[in-house]
């Protein structure tokens, strides 16, 4: 299966190609050599280095200083995936929750801001991540959260989807956790982007016991595989484990008897907490 960092690529490639007469002519060129007029193409897109890179702020207390991660890589596909792994690692190793998929699609709503002075914090034992930068901004916050609403250019669709899906999707995804994502704007200019779920102690969770489930090692990765997406249905299942369809249905079935998921409507399950405390016995 092509991964999304190998799609990036494709698409990165397939768009430094040089156009042919007709990508000229709807472009307005007469030819492939036809120089646009200043101001028709955006600047191009490149990876921040050095002090502009990306930075991770990790708050293991807020009594003491953050932990900071510099993210720099060569290109955009690559700092989109770095950074977006990176930030996932961080909230895991401190017991946080957010699942990837979320983390993911903002990480990729930065190139919005051309990912101008990023960082990422990690709070409250890695269920709060707060993303902020001092590009643009958010002028209409209400109407980012619609799908289909978009600010993304040509040059940006080079490295994500840029159809008004990324924010819609994030939002739905923390919904079975009971999670909030809120956008403010930034000191400065900017914005601010915050996913919180609710908070959980560690003192408190020592003392809870995980659910007394036997589980296959096929049903533990959908468990996990519904933890890193947010919520699956049966087929996304099967596509991401190499199974059928029905397998995926039975396990799913399964584990919502168990009380570990929970539906969440069009057959996508999510986790319950049981499933997640299951989960941070067996991890």
Request: glycine share 10%.
């Given at each position: 299966?092509?991964s ?20 000229a ?11 646009p ?5 955006p ?6 280095q ?17 932990r ?17 792994e ?5 909230c895991?190793?401190q017991?946080g929750?957010?699942?990837?998929t ?17 960082v990422?914090?990690v ?14 901004g958010?002028?209409?916050k209400?109407r ?7 600010t ?7 490295f ?16 079975f956790?009971r999670?909030?994502?809120?956008v403010?704007?930034?000191l400065g200019?900017g ?13 408190e ?11 296959t ?20 299942v ?8 029905a ?13 570990l ?17 299951l ?5």
């Amino acid at each position: 299966m092509e991964s999304f960092l190998d799609r990036l690529l494709a698409e990165s490639r397939a768009a430094t190609r040089p156009p042919d007469d007709n990508v000229a002519a709807a472009r307005g060129g007469s030819s492939p050599a036809a120089v646009p007029a200043a101001g028709d193409e955006p600047p191009p897109l490149t990876a921040p280095q050095g002090p502009g890179a990306p930075r991770i702020a990790v708050y293991d207390t807020l009594t003491s200083p953050p932990r900071i991660i510099a993210v720099e890589e060569k290109d955009l596909p690559a700092l989109i995936a770095s950074l977006a792994e990176k930030t996932y690692n961080s909230c895991r190793e401190q017991g946080g929750q957010i699942p990837f998929t979320v983390i993911q699609e903002l990480i990729e709503n930065l190139l919005h801001a051309s990912f101008c002075d990023v960082v990422v914090t990690v709070l409250d034992n890695g269920q709060t991540i707060r993303i902020s930068d001092h590009g643009p901004g958010i002028e209409e916050k209400e109407r980012a959260f619609l799908p289909g609403f978009t600010t993304a250019t040509s040059a940006q669709r080079r490295f994500i989807r840029g159809v008004g899906s990324g924010l819609p999707i994030a939002r739905e995804a923390l919904q079975f956790l009971r999670g909030v994502l809120t956008v403010e704007d930034n000191l400065g200019g900017g914005a601010v982007v915050t996913i919180k779920l609710p908070s959980r102690p560690r003192e408190e969770e020592a003392h809870r016991e995980a659910p007394s489930v036997k589980l296959t090692t096929r049903q533990t990765k959908v468990l996990v595989l519904l933890m890193e997406l947010g919520s699956a249905g049966p087929k996304a299942v099967a596509r991401e484990l190499g199974i059928s369809p029905a397998t995926a249905f039975r396990d799913l079935n399964l584990l919502e008897q168990k009380g570990l998921i929970h539906s969440l409507g069009d057959g996508k399950r999510g986790l319950r907490e049981e499933g997640l405390r299951l989960l941070d016995s067996i991890v």
